[in-house]
Each structure stands twice: as C-alpha cells, then as structure tokens.
Nanobody, 127 residues
Framework: RLRLVESGGTSVESGGSLEISCEVF????????LGWFRQAPGKEREGVAA???????KYSEFVEGRFTMSRSGSNRALYLRMNDLKPEDTAMYFC?????????????????????WGQGTQVTVSS
C-alpha cells in the first residue's frame, strides 16, 4: 500500500492561486493511477482531477481551465495548481491512487476506484 501525504493547503483570497502537493511513499508513481479529490463541509467527496498520462489529465467541469494536475519527474510527488480560486473551491483536498493493472489509466473521477488515500490538506478561499 502507498502512503500519501498532502501539503500546501492554506487560506487565499478569491481570484488567487495556490499549488498543493502530495508526496507518495511506498512504490513508484508509474505503477499507479492518480487523482485529486475534495470534500467541502456537508457535501460528498468529489473528483477534481485524474491523470491519464504523465502530462494529460481529466478534470471535473467545476475546475476545467482553472486547475492543472501534474506529476514530478522523480516519481515521488503529485501537484495540483489552482488558479482563479473561488469561494466554492473551499474544501479539504485529498490525493488518491490505485494500482494500474490494466496498463492504462482512464482518468477516473470516481472515488470508489481509488484504494490509497492521504489525510488531506485544507484550502479556504475567502470572498
């Protein structure tokens, strides 16, 4: 099993930018399909972004064009760059992974597909 550790969450003003990170321990990232999820107070956890290939990701409609997911070349970290942040982006952000047994990643945004989860990092956007 992987150990995932998120960091970088903080409070920002509406319209601002922020990059959060996820360090991965236990195995090379190349063996896993990787995603970012978020959960706002009183709401269900939702998919934000998921890698299809190293530099290609699928995004939810709520963040498309504003968020960018990437992976480090060292195979140790994931990143989520968030631009033009809105108060509705306020949430706990989680990185997640599942083993790539099919030989490809579909860019799934379904949390039920993911096995390993981090503890989350809080992002708060003030208006």
């Amino acid at each position: 099993r992987l150990r995932l550790v998120e960091s970088g969450g903080t409070s920002v003003e509406s319209g601002g930018s922020l990059e959060i990170s996820c360090e991965v321990f236990g195995a090379p990232l190349g063996r896993f399909c990787l995603g970012w999820f978020r959960q706002a107070p009183g709401k269900e956890r939702e998919g934000v972004a998921a890698l299809i290939r190293e530099k290609t990701a699928k995004y939810s409609e709520f963040v498309e064009g504003r968020f960018t997911m990437s992976r480090s070349g060292s195979n140790r970290a994931l990143y989520l760059r968030m631009n033009d942040l809105k108060p509705e982006d306020t949430a706990m952000y989680f990185c997640a992974a599942y083993e790539n047994i099919r030989g490809y990643c579909s860019g799934s945004l379904k949390q039920s597909d993911y096995v390993d989860w981090g503890q989350g990092t809080q992002v708060t956007v003030s208006s």
